[in-house]
């Protein structure tokens, strides 16, 4: 069983900063990708950015330059750092991981952490 634990989100003013993190514990041998989304209400989930389990990162247009995912990986920690944070920025931030058994990949859901950018 895989555990993970999100922290880090809260309310912040338009244009500041915030830094999530997502810890993951339990039955983990191998992590590959590590990832964050986030799902406003009335919208879809909406994936954010990833990386692997070498380094290589990924981010979605809306974030580009304003978001960075890093992850620890002798503590199975994810992070997001987010700044220049906007209004739309809204939203229900999950983290996501996969995690590598044989030859099988299983993900597994943070909580979710809210995130509030007021205007």
């Known amino acids: 069983q895989v555990h993970l634990v999100e922290s880090g989100g809260g309310l912040v003013q338009a244009g500041g900063s915030l830094r999530l993190s997502c810890a993951a514990s339990g039955s983990i041998f191998s992590i590959n990708h590590m990832g964050w989304y986030r799902q406003a209400p009335g919208k879809q989930r909406e994936s954010l950015a990833y990386i692997t389990s070498g380094g290589t990162t990924n981010y979605a247009d809306s974030v580009k330059g304003r978001f960075t995912i890093s992850r620890d990986n002798a503590k199975n920690t994810v992070y997001l750092q987010m700044n220049s944070l906007k209004p739309e920025d809204t939203a229900v931030y999950y983290c996501?991981?996969?995690?590598?058994?044989?030859?099988?990949?299983?993900?597994?859901w943070g909580q979710g952490t809210q995130v509030t950018v007021s205007s």
């Open positions: 996501q991981i996969v995690v590598i058994v044989g030859v099988n990949g299983y993900d597994y």
